[in-house]
């Protein structure tokens, strides 16, 4: 065999056993990783458009699915993790998310046809609920989940999908999560830490989120990923918000739409009162009422004093025409 050939193989199996162990290292050490990038938002970001750019990162996740023998053999090298990663909001951070009562728990693995054995019908058993794939006792809550509860259709299995889109009916009830909102996402998130926080967490729904033994499936790290996406999208609406915060506006058949700025429009409190600009959002050819900072340096680039325009010239706003453009107020016929 030509020599190169050789090297080229020898190197491809080095790279893709270096990738195998990074991605072990990033597993057993997701906890310390997600304080760090939590407390690094650039961080953050670069490691999400590294799993965006690089497929492959997903794909070599689940090996030890698998593989499960290499992750024994990893074991002689490294340290065996603390504790086993459960909760929803581990990889990537979405908010930091730390379950008070899964960490050492003992833990145990459901079917779907055992976990429907918890529907509060039997009264010696549960209920139990499963949502994101982590299954609860909610026995403490049988008011809510037992037979004749509000919500007893949550009992016995995993309605992930439900609890975010309100659709109790069959069809509703199940664990796919995919193709939700932001909002939905974050629900998702909220639902996982109120359980984790109020009930008792007892084990893990083999199925979409986790295999039989009890590993993420490719599907978990999927959610992992929306539901920190859904977070950094609302984290820079909040960014976008506190630069641009949004006019308040009345109608009135008579004057047309009333748009005008103040030191609490939109929710945001702050120092300045800003005038009213149509702000458009890339790629889209909608826009929203902004109050737009008219004084002083321009918000991205604060040491350059000698700019008094604020952030008039952000290339996203326009003039509302027939309006003052130096006046915290304006009437207009809204698109
Ligand atoms: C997506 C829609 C909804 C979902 C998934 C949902 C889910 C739940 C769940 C799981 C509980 C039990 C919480 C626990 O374990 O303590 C609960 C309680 C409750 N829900 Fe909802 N809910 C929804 C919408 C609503 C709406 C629209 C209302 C009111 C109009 C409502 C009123 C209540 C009340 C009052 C309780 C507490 C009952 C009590 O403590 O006795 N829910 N909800």
Known sequence: MNTYV??????????????????????????????????NPSLKVASQTAHELFPV?????????????????LSFLLPPPESTPTTASTLPPAT?????????????????????????????????????????????GKKHYGPGGGYEFFSGRDASRAY????????????????????????????????????????????????????PTLYYYDTQRWISQAFTEKENDNQEKKMFPPCNSEWNPETGSRLWCTKRSGGIERDWVGVPRKLFMPGQSKSRCACVKNFGAPSHDP????????????????????CEPDQPECYVKLD
């Open 57 to 73: 990162f997903k794909f070599l996740r689940p090996v030890f699915t698998y593989f499960p023998s290499l992750r024994k053999v």
């Open 6 to 39: 050789k090297i080229f193989m020898v190197a491809s199996v080095c790279v893709a056993l270096a990738g195998v162990v990074i991605q072990e290292v990033i597993e057993r050490h997701k906890a310390e990783i997600t304080k760090i990038l939590n407390e």
């Open 164 to 215: 975010v889109s309100g659709d109790f009916t069959e069809a509703g009830l199940i664990d796919d999560v995919s193709g939700l909102s932001s909002t939905d996402y974050i629900g998702l998130d909220e639902w996982v830490k109120f359980y984790d926080t109020d009930y008792k967490y007892v084990g893990k729904l083999i199925g979409r989120y986790y295999d039989e033994n009890g590993e």
């Open 96 to 140: 930091p998310a730390t379950p008070t009562n899964t960490k050492k728990a003992k833990e145990r693995l459901f079917t779907p046809q055992q976990l429907k054995a918890y529907d509060g019908k039997d009264a010696s058993k549960g209920p139990y609920l499963a949502i994101l794939g982590r299954v609860y006792n909610v026995r403490k």
């Open 303 to 322: 040491k350059r004093i000698n700019h008094d325009r604020g952030d008039l010239d952000h290339p996203n706003l326009q003039e509302y025409p027939k």
